[in-house]
């Protein structure tokens, strides 16, 4: 079936640095896009979400960029801190507004 | 805290017991999902209410497995004669229809 993937399933950052992290999408009719980070322990916290009529959106340190032609998801986030060291999922609905589907998680370590 | 609450929050049983998690959402929230996480992966579906009704159960829900939502507001999932391959965590979310769902923080279940 589709599903929705991350291309990397880490990524090490320095304190202060930008980190982009990546996922990749197969279902064509998806229509709703979600950011979650997941901290040991914790159930996955809402960051920020697009809706497939937009190409971005900014959060406070965040931004996302929907290319629908290459099917492509990221998640930018600015000046990393230690307390952005979590795993980071994409999720999206397909074409039902309330199932997400997950992909496999980046896990993000901010270097001191 | 998301508002999402979910008990107990760590559960260890035998192969073959019954165990029963609670989960009760954001209060306003008329749709309630159970998802199933487990190491190093993202969430996966399980099922969805629309207030008490429940819309959509996925493969992954064996018949060993029941959800209800009687009221409405919290629900619970029944797991009968565990096997070592429910070990998971088991996720709660909430939605106010088609908006963020917004996850409890999970009741991590261990099968010996």
């Known amino acids: 079936g589709e599903s929705v993937g991350l291309h990397l399933p880490t990524l090490s950052v320095q304190e202060g640095d930008n980190s982009i992290i990546n996922c990749a999408y197969s279902?064509?009719?998806?229509?709703?896009f979600i950011w979650y980070k997941q901290e040991s322990g914790k159930g996955p916290q809402f960051i920020i979400d697009?809706?497939?009529?937009?190409d971005k959106r900014q959060g406070q340190r965040v931004t996302v960029l929907l290319n629908k032609t290459v099917k492509h998801l990221s998640l930018q986030i600015a000046a990393t801190q230690p307390g952005d060291s979590a795993v980071y999922f994409c999720?999206?609905?397909?074409?039902?507004?309330?199932?997400?589907?997950f992909g496999a998680g980046t896990t993000v370590t901010v270097r001191a | 805290d998301t508002g999402v609450s979910q008990d107990p929050r760590h559960k260890i049983t035998k192969r073959g017991q019954n165990v029963t998690f609670r989960c009760d959402p954001i209060?306003?929230?008329?749709?309630l999902y159970w998802y199933r996480q487990t190491l190093g992966q993202g969430p996966e579906f399980l099922t969805y209410?629309?207030?008490?009704?429940?819309?959509?159960k996925s493969r992954l829900l064996s018949d060993r497995f029941s959800a209800e939502r009687p009221k409405g507001s919290f629900s619970t999932l029944e797991i009968q004669r565990t096997e070592q391959g429910d070990s998971a965590m088991y996720l709660c979310?909430?939605?106010?229809?088609?908006?963020?769902?917004?996850f409890g923080p999970g009741t991590r279940l261990t099968v010996l």
């Open positions: 279902n064509s009719a998806s229509d709703y």
């Open positions: 209060s306003e929230h008329n749709r």
């Open positions: 697009i809706r497939s009529n937009m």
């Open positions: 979310a909430s939605s106010l229809d088609s908006t963020v769902e917004f």
């Open positions: 209410f629309q207030n008490e009704a429940q819309l959509e």
């Open positions: 999720a999206e609905t397909g074409s039902n507004d309330y199932k997400l589907s």
